[in-house]
């Protein structure tokens, strides 16, 4: 069984530009979690879909807006890009509830992006 | 809202020692419990959960914890660690229901040959 795929795994863009990540979940697993990973403040919350509906969302301003597919893939969005937005981002799929709960979370390898 | 605090952000043993990675939380309702590892340049691997039921939950790579609902501790434990372990280990809280995980900052274990 494919586990989650992130596509690009490594990116370079600069301030003001946007970017576009994308994540293949598990078959069969309807819910995506997005998280943000830094060495200053860890792993950050983004949002959740599940079912093509945003089911949870952390607390991060609107450049940061995400989808979800019928085929369950999910795509985030960054606009207007920062210096403070370089980080791992990584995607999670699990087979119902949010973050796992009974379940648990299948995590990509992440899409690393650099702002320069 | 519920917190998660491990209380070390790295640590250091040597091979063959035993280790013990502290997390504590902070949560007014109950609440499922989670370990994770994330080896460089890789996402990050279930090690372990808490639903409920026995309070010691032994997961894979023979790490164990103990969950203690009067000390909202969940510490992480392995009795002899290889050079293998050494990896950032995450501790996550999860209120019951679809809500997201809250992890904390990580633990860097470095396994000394």
């Known amino acids: 069984k494919a586990g989650v795929t992130q596509t690009p795994r490594y990116l370079i863009k600069t301030r003001g530009q946007q970017v576009t990540l994308s994540c293949s979940p598990i078959s069969g697993h309807r819910s995506v979690s997005w998280y943000q990973q830094t060495p200053g403040q860890g792993l950050q919350f983004l949002f959740e879909y599940f079912s093509e509906t945003q089911r949870n969302k952390g607390n991060f301003p609107g450049r940061f807006s995400g989808r979800q597919f019928s085929n369950s893939r999910s795509e985030m969005n960054v606009s207007t890009l920062e210096l403070g937005d370089s980080a791992l981002y990584l995607c999670a799929s699990s087979l119902n509830l949010a973050g796992g709960g009974a379940g648990e979370l299948f995590f990509g390898e992440g899409s690393r992006l650099t702002v320069l | 809202a519920q917190s998660v605090t491990q209380l070390d952000s790295q640590v250091p043993v040597f091979e063959e020692a035993p280790v013990e990675l502290r997390c504590n939380y902070s949560s007014s309702v109950s609440v499922y419990l989670f370990w994770y590892v994330q080896y460089p340049n890789q996402g990050l691997q279930l090690l372990l959960k808490y639903l409920s039921g026995s309070t010691l939950v032994k997961g894979i790579n023979g790490f164990e914890a103990e969950f203690n609902k009067s000390q909202t501790s969940f510490h992480l434990r392995k009795p002899s660690v290889h050079i293998s372990d050494t990896a950032e280990y995450f501790c996550?809280?999860?209120?019951?229901?679809?809500?997201?995980?809250?992890f904390g900052k990580g633990t860097r274990l470095s396994v000394i040959a």
């Open positions: 996550a809280v999860q209120r019951s229901g679809n809500t997201p995980l809250v």
